[in-house]
């Protein structure tokens, strides 16, 4: 039933670790990146400014938020509402699931 759970769920999990991941991160910090624009020479890169938004709106920095990506604080309510949309649609799935387990014995 875990491994059926982590399986359905798996989605949610990883848009919660990102977001956790985003959460603890120092909005203003420059270290290291993996970004492809930054590599290429470019100042601005969209996802970047994407990611230093929705730290800096974690953080309470509204307008610091709004500054790095105007659409952060949205990203974090349509994430939020899709892990809670995948949580809610697979326990019924999953409640299903038993039941049909249950008929089968």
Not at 5 to 17: D, G, K, P
Not at 35 to 64: M, Q, R
């Amino acid at each position: 039933m875990f491994y059926r759970f982590v399986r359905y769920n798996l989605e949610a999990f990883i848009w919660l670790a990102a977001l956790a991941l985003l959460a603890f991160m120092n909005p203003e910090s420059t270290q290291q990146t993996l970004c492809v624009w930054h590599y290429a020479g470019f100042d601005a890169c969209p996802g970047c400014g994407l990611g230093h938004s929705i730290s800096a709106a974690f953080h309470g920095k509204v307008l610091d938020s709004f500054n790095f990506h105007p659409l952060g604080i949205l990203a974090i309510i349509i994430l939020t509402i899709r892990v809670f949309r995948i949580f809610i649609e697979n326990k019924y799935l999953l409640s299903q699931k038993t039941d049909q387990y249950v008929k089968d014995l």
